[in-house]
């Protein structure tokens, strides 16, 4: 298969780009405006794996380059990552997402239509669930969506794009997978060493473990819990922390069961289900890296749910998908080294 992915330069698509190179003899074709994402991460794919990745650098918003993209080349299937994904900028600017994440979506499902590519694998978030309640056993995907921010919102209205556009178009099949918080880098070993090829790069990032593992390395002169107070053994919050490998099998895992399922249109969550405080894995990196870095408590960010786990039974049950690294220590050690790399 020729499979395009959008937004392969970024961190989750990179990642995807090399477990498809690596377990699959499929060639790739990234897409991607390098906005967020970087060229040489897409350099570094090449290298490792000469002849199966193709790279365009074009912008999903010229509709008009990407309808003539679709006409040049022939592609089997679209994994799609492509799109802005900062929160507190998506208040600021809602429209930047509603553009680049809605709009850009239904354009690209449009050009797929038209040009015969019925398999498409879309990037869902846990921010669609918004601020659920304390859930036992965790979210499960028929929970109620009421997401809180118009990130959460532009990529709930993208499933609902796909989901109609596959009840009218009956060849058309999408599986759309909700990450929960995923982290850490490349598992692979040198001299029995974890050495990850490529990693998460993103600047300013905001995700926890990176910031941890750069307030670990001195990056960063010290690192904030935004509230202690919360409903939790500890009064931090509680996530669910996927290692971006894992979360990297479940897109193979939907590739292969929309080529043997015609007809499946539907969402997984995609996690561990269980959580970690935001304490929990401060403790970690301290520990992994050896490094009793500053921490200061700082007030509650406004729209952060106290615990957000996932329930993954459907994912696992309906298409095998198994996690292999659900291990904190490992998340935050592969994040750490692909820290210093950088
Ligand atoms: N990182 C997480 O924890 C997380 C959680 C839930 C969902 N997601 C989803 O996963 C996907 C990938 O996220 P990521 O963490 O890898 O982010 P990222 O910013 O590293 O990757 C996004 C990529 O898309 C590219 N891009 C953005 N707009 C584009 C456009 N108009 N045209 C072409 N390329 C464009 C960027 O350059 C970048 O390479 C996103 O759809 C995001 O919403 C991420």
Request: proline share 3%; aromatic share 10%; net charge negative.
């Amino acid at each position: 298969m020729n499979i395009l992915i959008t937004g392969g330069a970024g961190y989750i698509g990179s990642h995807v780009a090399k477990q498809i190179c690596t377990y699959t003899d499929h060639n790739i074709t990234i897409l991607d405006n390098c906005s967020t994402g970087f060229e040489s991460t897409v350099q570094k794919l090449q290298e490792l794996f000469a002849g199966r990745i193709t790279f365009i650098k074009a912008d999903l918003s010229d509709w008009e380059m990407i309808d003539e993209i679709f006409r040049l080349n022939r592609f089997d299937a679209v994994i799609h990552f492509a799109a802005s994904l900062v929160v507190p900028e998506s208040v600021e600017n809602p429209l930047k997402y509603y553009l680049n994440n809605t709009a850009n979506t239904s354009n690209l499902v449009k050009i797929c239509i038209k040009q015969g590519v019925n398999r498409f694998v879309f990037s869902s978030t846990a921010a669609v669930y918004g601020e659920p309640e304390l859930l036992e056993d965790g979210i499960r995907e028929e929970y109620e969506t009421r997401p809180i921010n118009p990130y959460g919102r532009s990529k709930l209205m993208s499933e609902w794009v796909l989901e109609d556009t596959a009840k009218a178009y009956k060849d058309f099949r999408y599986i759309a997978l909700r990450y929960f918080n995923v982290a850490g880098a490349d598992i692979f070993y040198e001299n029995s060493k974890l050495a990850p090829r490529i990693g998460q790069s993103t600047k300013n990032a905001t995700h926890l473990i990176k910031v941890a593992a750069e307030t670990a390395l001195g990056k960063r002169e010290k690192m904030y819990i935004f509230g202690d107070d919360y409903p939790t053994p500890d009064g931090t919050c509680i996530r669910d922390y996927i290692h971006v490998d894992d979360l990297s099998n479940a897109h193979i895992s939907a590739l292969n069961y929309l080529s043997t399922n015609t007809n499946t249109h539907t969402i997984f969550n995609v996690g561990y289900g269980r959580g970690f405080s935001v304490k929990d894995v401060i403790e970690t990196m301290k520990r992994v890296s050896g490094v009793n870095f500053a921490v200061e408590i700082a007030d509650r960010r406004p729209g952060d749910p106290a615990i957000l786990v996932s329930n993954s039974d459907k994912i696992k049950e309906t298409i095998g998908w198994k996690a292999q690294f659900d291990d904190l220590e490992l998340i935050c050690k592969s994040a750490l080294e692909w820290e210093k790399r950088l």
